[in-house]
């Protein structure tokens, strides 16, 4: 007979998921389950804008037909929701953040996304440099459908999804981090599904 204890899970950490591709906690779907706190905002593409304010108030702004202009990319990524589903293998096209903070000059440190919802997050602005965020405009090979955030959205899917604003609007940098909408009604500030970082304190 053994005298071995079994461990406790705060000795062991946090669960591991049993796909080395899931963050401890997640569970794999191959839906692509529609989240929101509100109904649907309509977006005409001819009122859509996506703006670009620094902490020092310069300002750019893209209308939807400046923005399709702009080069863009094939990303294929997983992503993970607070709500503790995953999706892996996910296809998108979208603008890399990279192109549209080109020649910004700025020293802010963190950004507040905007959505056409009203809603608001907060993302460090090193998570949407150098390839790691985009305004994501198709998925699948179609046109991004109203209810996932078209008819474009924020893109960080290393964070957790909440992170990736739908039906983004803009982004307005800052020199110090603030909670954005989600992040006052208890979702982390910084969102790492890998840490399980899903509301605050954790």
């Given at each position: 007979m053994s005298d071995r204890r079994p461990?406790?899970?705060?000795?062991?950490?946090?669960?591991?998921?049993?796909?080395?591709?899931?963050?401890?906690?997640?569970?794999?779907t191959t839906d692509f389950p529609v989240l929101s706190a509100g109904p649907t905002?309509?977006?005409?593409?001819?009122?859509?804008?996506?703006?670009?304010v620094t902490e020092t108030g310069a300002a750019k702004e893209w209308s939807w037909s400046q923005f399709r202009a702009l080069p863009?990319?094939?990303?294929?990524?997983d992503i993970h929701?607070?709500?503790?589903?995953?999706?892996?293998?996910?296809?998108?096209?979208?603008?890399?953040?990279?192109?549209l903070l080109a020649g910004v000059e700025t020293s802010a440190g963190f950004a507040m996304a905007h959505s056409y919802a009203g809603y608001t997050t907060n993302?460090?602005?090193?998570?949407?440099c150098g390839g790691k965020a985009w305004i994501a405009f198709r998925f699948d090979e179609k046109d991004l459908e109203p209810?996932?955030?078209?008819?474009?959205?924020?893109?960080?899917?290393?964070?957790?999804?909440?992170k990736s604003a739908k039906w983004v609007r803009g982004l307005?940098?800052?020199?110090?981090?603030?909670?954005?909408?989600?992040?006052?009604n208890g979702y982390h500030m910084y969102g790492d599904p890998w840490?399980?970082?899903?509301?605050?304190g954790e």
């Open positions: 461990a406790t899970p705060g000795f062991v950490g946090k669960r591991r998921s049993e796909h080395a591709a899931l963050p401890p906690g997640q569970y794999l905002p309509p977006i005409p593409l001819d009122k859509w804008a996506f703006s670009l863009s990319e094939p990303i294929v990524t929701c607070v709500t503790r589903w995953s999706k892996l293998g996910t296809h998108w096209e979208g603008v890399s953040l990279d192109t993302v460090p602005l090193a998570d949407l209810e996932h955030g078209g008819p474009a959205r924020l893109l960080v899917p290393h964070l957790y999804f909440w307005t940098l800052m020199g110090e981090d603030e909670p954005g909408f989600w992040e006052q840490k399980e970082q899903r509301y605050t």
